[in-house]
């Protein structure tokens, strides 16, 4: 069984740029979550998909925006950076069809705005 | 709106010493409450969920929806438990997004 994998490990972009994050889920998961983890903070939620569709959003902007595909992987979608987008971005998936919701993380991608 | 407060940033106690991680939240309806943990260098991962009432590597925890309170104990700290906690809520329906605290540093000095 394989488990969330999140590409690039790090990441430095220049403010007003637009990036691209990339989450494979877990074999067998359908559902993937998207988190922003500010330094000293906990993760907050971004958004959610489930079958190619968002499924629920946190607060924030447009701006941020994703996909998942047909495979189930996900990006995330970041335009018009800002400083303080930087921090680490967490995938999470789970199977929601099966009843078990229990979100297994990846690693996270290191995202720097300068 | 729900919110997860977990009061103390840094803990640490001496090896075999009881420990006690705070967490209380505020949420209108019926939460399902979470602890996750995260070891050095290791991705974050579920330690133990209120519904299933486990006991995990020694930790549990018991909902108190009187005082909103989820805080996560062990009677017996081990080195091995130094790591970053972080209590979480999700909504019972919905898009089940997870609502974390800030964390809880702890170290289990020898």
């Known amino acids: 069984e394989t488990g969330v994998t999140q590409s690039p490990t790090h990441l430095i972009k220049t403010r007003g740029q637009q990036v691209t994050l990339r989450c494979s889920s877990q074999?067998?998961?359908?559902?993937v979550s998207w988190y922003q983890q500010a330094l000293g903070q906990g993760p907050q939620f971004i958004f959610q998909?489930?079958?190619?569709?968002?499924?629920g959003r946190g607060n924030f902007p447009p701006r941020f925006s994703g996909l998942q595909f047909p495979n189930y992987s996900s990006e995330l979608n970041v335009n018009a950076l800002e400083l303080d987008d930087s921090a680490l971005y967490l995938c999470?998936?789970?199977?929601?069809?099966?009843?078990?919701?229990?979100?297994?993380f990846g690693p996270g991608t290191r995202l720097t705005v300068t | 709106a729900q919110r997860v407060t977990q009061p103390e940033k840094l803990l640490s106690v001496f090896k075999g010493a009881p420990v006690e991680l705070k967490c209380n939240y505020s949420?209108?309806?019926?939460?399902?409450l979470f602890w996750y943990v995260q070891y050095s260098r290791q991705r974050l991962q579920l330690l133990l969920r209120?519904?299933s009432r486990e006991s995990i590597k020694g930790f549990t925890a018991d909902l108190n929806k009187g005082e909103t309170s989820f805080h996560l104990k062990k009677p017996f700290a081990q080195e091995e438990d130094s790591a970053m906690y972080y209590c979480?809520?999700?909504?019972?329906?919905?898009?089940?997004?997870?609502?974390f605290g800030s964390g809880t540093q702890l170290t289990v000095l020898p």
């Open positions: 209120h519904i």
């Open positions: 949420y209108s309806g019926s939460p399902e």
């Open positions: 979480a809520l999700s909504a019972s329906r919905g898009a089940r997004q997870l609502t």
């Open positions: 999470a998936s789970s199977a929601r069809d099966s009843g078990d919701l229990e979100q297994y």
């Open positions: 074999s067998g998961h359908n559902t």
């Open positions: 998909y489930y079958r190619e569709e968002e499924n």
